[in-house]
């Protein structure tokens, strides 16, 4: 029964009912995590063959022995394979370490000190801002508060961040020098930005030295047979008159091996050029014997897909499972609203304004670990304290099931606690 509906009396008797139920799965002693979106370990066993490689076979096919330093751009062929996954081609794409999450903190750090290609002064030169689609990445986020650069939310619409929202804030604020952005099935909501979004938000007036930090973390993460073609977005900023306006991230850490995989960066010429030129003072070259074994394993941009694919098999029932719970709880209750995406590791989850963290709270104290309340936004502050991120993938499919039935529970305990609040 939808709970704004009900009677003080029948508020309080699904109260009472729901504390009962809240008892039993406190005794039940859990000890279950949601929090961070990692792969399951049957997903890593997908490339477990990939340990043994290269093995004696460390020469890659452009004759580099892998065994040496240099390469500071990557393997030639890996080049290509991101290139053609992320729709950027080979010669505007790197191929790099074990995580873009470190290229993205690079570039901002860079920025900071040196001042991008088009920049007049080091960023740090004075105080500046970023826009954050909401909810977003946490450790988006973190790096940004590190180096005390303001954030500023904007919403993130399913049909990518709201671009008029965008306008208006850069048209009179050359001080705006950043925006995150996870273009595909995004961290938390699984939203994709259109070509038209993405089309408007490369026109858009805005400092010379502003720039979009196209986070494509899921590009080819898809829950769904037919994945969107990723769009062709430095050539997209080309045609819009802004070559430079766009860093393009992604990795196979959640195709491969989280944390041990290899990051992409794509940009225009000139920005490749800073870029190279910066990180060469602090490294001869990354780790070519994991691109390898990489390239060797996944071979070519269709060896990916199929290999994405085998994942999609093991998480899509698990995405499943979260929803159906979700509907199945709380759908008649009318106190929460949750995405259904096509692809990505999250689904987001609103919950009646001011209970995310008295829901997450009771979870905890239930043995549930949830990510902290607020951690989609800047400053960790959700300014309708609402938002809860769900990450299905690692637990099993009975720990999941479990898990989400309390976190329903706390979910529906905490609304009619507000309601009778209010009531
Ligand atoms: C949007 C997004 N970007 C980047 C990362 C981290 O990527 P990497 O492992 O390449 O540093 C994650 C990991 O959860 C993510 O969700």
């Not at 273009?183 to 030295?209: I, K």
């Not at 050029?273 to 001869?284: F, G, K, M, N, Q």
Request: proline share 6%; hydrophobic share 40%.
């Amino acid at each position: 029964m939808n709970f704004h509906s009900m009677s003080v009396e029948e508020l309080r008797n699904t109260r009472n009912d729901l504390q009962k139920r809240y008892e039993t799965l406190c005794a039940a002693g859990l000890k279950l995590d949601l929090t961070r979106g990692k792969p399951g370990a049957d997903q890593l066993d997908l490339s477990a063959p990939m340990l043994s490689l290269p093995g004696e076979n460390y020469t890659s096919p452009n004759g580099t022995d892998c065994r040496n330093y240099g390469g500071v751009s990557g393997l030639p062929e890996l080049r290509e394979l991101f290139g053609e996954l992320f729709a950027t081609g080979t010669d505007r794409t790197l191929a790099l370490g074990n995580a873009s999450l470190q290229v993205m903190h690079d570039i901002v750090v860079f920025s900071l000190l040196h001042g991008n290609v088009d920049s007049a002064r080091p960023w740090s030169a004075e105080p500046i801002k970023f826009l954050c689609p909401v909810p977003g990445y946490d450790r988006h986020f973190g790096i940004t508060e590190l180096y005390g650069i303001e954030m500023i939310n904007v919403p993130m619409n399913p049909n990518g961040p709201d671009v008029e929202a965008c306008a208006a804030l850069l048209a009179d604020d050359p001080s705006i020098k950043g925006m995150w952005l996870v273009p595909t099935y995004s961290n938390p909501t699984g939203y994709t930005v259109t070509d038209d979004v993405a089309r408007r938000l490369l026109a858009l007036d805005a400092a010379p030295d502003f720039r979009i930090f196209w986070d494509n973390a899921y590009a080819v993460h898809t829950l769904v047979e037919n994945a969107p073609a990723p769009l062709p977005i430095l050539d997209l900023a080309a045609e819009a008159g802004h070559p430079d306006r766009v860093y393009v991230f992604g990795s196979t850490s959640k195709i491969t091996f989280a944390g041990a995989g290899v990051a992409a960066f794509a940009s225009s010429k000139a920005n490749l050029d800073w870029y190279v030129e910066h990180i060469s003072a602090a490294t001869i070259g990354p780790d070519k014997l994991n691109q390898l074994r990489h390239l060797q394993f996944l071979v070519d941009a269709d060896g990916v897909r199929a290999h994405m694919a085998r994942h999609r098999d093991i998480i899509a029932p698990k995405f499943q499972l979260v929803l159906d719970i979700l509907d199945d709880r709380l759908g008649d209750a009318k106190i929460a609203s949750w995405t259904t995406p096509e692809g990505g590791y999250f689904i987001s989850l609103d919950v009646v304004d001011g209970t995310a963290a008295r829901t997450i709270e009771l979870a905890k104290n239930a043995g549930i670990a949830l990510t902290a309340a607020g951690s989609a936004f800047p400053y960790k502050t959700d300014p309708h304290d609402r938002n809860i991120r769900i990450a299905p993938t690692f637990p099993t499919t009975d720990e999941l099931r479990t898990a989400m039935d309390g976190v329903a529970t706390c979910a529906l305990l905490s609304a009619t606690e507000v309601l009778l609040d209010s009531a």
